[in-house]
């Protein structure tokens, strides 16, 4: 079983559907991120969380909301889908102190 | 505005040459470094990393450099095999912010 999973790994959806991607890690690690692919801008950061209790803004956060239920889950949620939302998103851990990131498989959105 | 940039979007090499991977940014205060390789499908998977005071790490067939005046980071890769062909992204933090930045990604290809 991979260490961070994320659901569903494929969704296509309408525009002004709201939609939660979740992901759940066994790595026991504190930091979790969200983070988006696209073409020729690369991954770049959503939210991340330290802990339950700390939550922090990426940078492209607008449209975007993020839920941290436990130490191992962190969902982010589209409230209201747009099309420039399509795109390959990927959830990351990591352990205290410098090191690196681990991503889980990815969920690949598209919005209509 | 981007901070970190991999200006190649793309790469093609020989099997059995050396490939050069180029990360340039715009912040000093970053001081770790890392390379992530991903490929088709896949979340990107940890290669190697460096640290500010550190100019050069070596792991394998893998070195990263690290021109800290120039805010330039490079990763080669020699003898490059086919398997090696991914996208490669560089990511950067700064110490006790544990917010990691992306390159764009550039995509290599190994020739047979």
């Known amino acids: 079983d991979a260490d961070v999973t994320q659901t569903p790994r494929n969704r296509i959806t309408k525009t002004g559907k709201r939609i939660m991607l979740e992901c759940s890690q066994t790595?026991?690690?504190?930091?979790m991120y969200w983070y988006r692919q696209d073409p020729g801008l690369g991954l770049r950061l959503i939210y991340y969380?330290?802990?339950?209790?700390?939550?922090n803004k990426g940078e492209i956060s607008d449209g975007y909301s993020v839920s941290r239920q436990a130490q191992a889950k962190f969902s982010l949620s589209l409230e209201s889908a747009i099309p420039n939302q399509t795109a390959l998103y990927f959830c990351?851990?990591?352990?205290?102190?410098?090191?690196?990131?681990?991503f889980g498989e990815g969920s690949r959105l598209t919005v209509l | 505005d981007q901070q970190v940039k991999q200006n190649s979007p793309s790469l093609s090499v020989q099997e059995g040459r050396i490939s050069i991977l180029n990360c340039d940014y715009t912040?000093?205060?970053?001081?770790?470094f890392l390379w992530y390789k991903k490929y088709p499908a896949e979340g990107p998977t940890f290669l190697i990393s460096?640290?500010?005071?550190?100019d050069k790490n070596e792991d394998g067939r893998f070195t990263v450099f690290l021109n800290k005046s120039a805010k330039h980071l490079s990763l080669h890769i020699v003898p490059s095999q086919p398997g090696d062909s991914a996208v490669y992204f560089c990511?950067?933090?700064?110490?006790?912010?544990?917010?990691?930045?992306f390159g764009t990604g550039t995509r290599l290809k190994v020739l047979a």
């Open positions: 990351a851990t990591g352990s205290t102190g410098f090191g690196e990131l681990f």
């Open positions: 790595k026991g690690h504190d930091r």
């Open positions: 969380s330290f802990d339950v209790k700390d939550i």
């Open positions: 912040n000093s205060m970053f001081d770790y």
């Open positions: 460096i640290s500010s005071i550190k």
């Open positions: 990511a950067l933090t700064t110490s006790g912010t544990y917010k990691y930045i």
